[in-house]
C-alpha cells in the first residue's frame, strides 16, 4: 500500500536525478548534516531510530565513502552537528542530541573525521545549518568556510533530507541568490547520501498531535522541494581527473 503511494507520488512530481562528474577545476566543498547518533544509532535517544533502517544505513555508507575522498584530497568538509543546551527545547520536537551527550556526536563510522585538518565541525542549536551557523556578533561560520576555501560547489549529504537537510540548502541556495556566498555558484544534493526517519501514518495515528512522516515519500519530498529551489540532484556523483 504505501509503495503503491510512493509510485503514485513519483509519477506526479517525477524526479530526475542526474549523474553529476565535477570537473576538476571547481573547488569543491562537502557538507554533512547531522550524521549523528541522536538521529542515525538504534536507540540513541528520543528521535534515534528503533530498528535497522536501510536508508540511513546506505547515508551512513555513502557519506563516509565521499569524505575519505574529501579527506585524501584535503578538500574542505564541514559537519553540522544538531546540539541543544539542556532545558531549551526545539520546538516542536521532544528533547534531543543535548551537548555533552553521545547523541550529539557523529557516528562511530564518521567520528574518525574530527581528527581532520580539512574538517571543520559546527554544532547548530537549529534544524537550519545556515541559520544555526549565525554567531553571537552576527557573522557566519559556513558563509565564512564558503569564503575562506573559496568553495564553488557543495555537495552536501545528511539527515533529514525533507528537514534539517532542505532547510540548509533552501537557505544557502537563497543567500548565495542574494550574493553572500561569492564564490559559491552551485548546490548539489547528493540522493545516497541523504535520509528521513520513517513514520507512518498508521503509527502517527496512535500518536498524540504526531504528523506522519512516511520515509520514501518524504525523502522523495525533500529532494523535490531542494530541486524546485535550484539545486540538482544527484545519485551518482563522481569526479574528473583528481587534483593533487
Ligand atoms: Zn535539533
Redesign the pocket.
Known sequence: MVLHTVELLKKEIPLEEESICIPQDLTTGLVLV?IINGFCTIGAGN?APREPNNQILEMINESEKLSRLFCDHKWPVLAFL???QPGKL?HP?PS??LAGSEESNLVPALEWLEKEPNVTIRR????DGYIGSIREDGSNAFADWVKTNNIQLLLVAGICTDI?VLDFVCSTLSARNRGLLAPLQEVVVYSRGCATFDFPAAAAADTKDALAHPQEIMHHMGLYMAKGRGAKVAKNVSFGALKK
Open positions: 547531522d528521535l544538531d546540539t541543544h526545539e520536537y534531543h542530541c547548530k542549536d537549529c534544524y534539517c
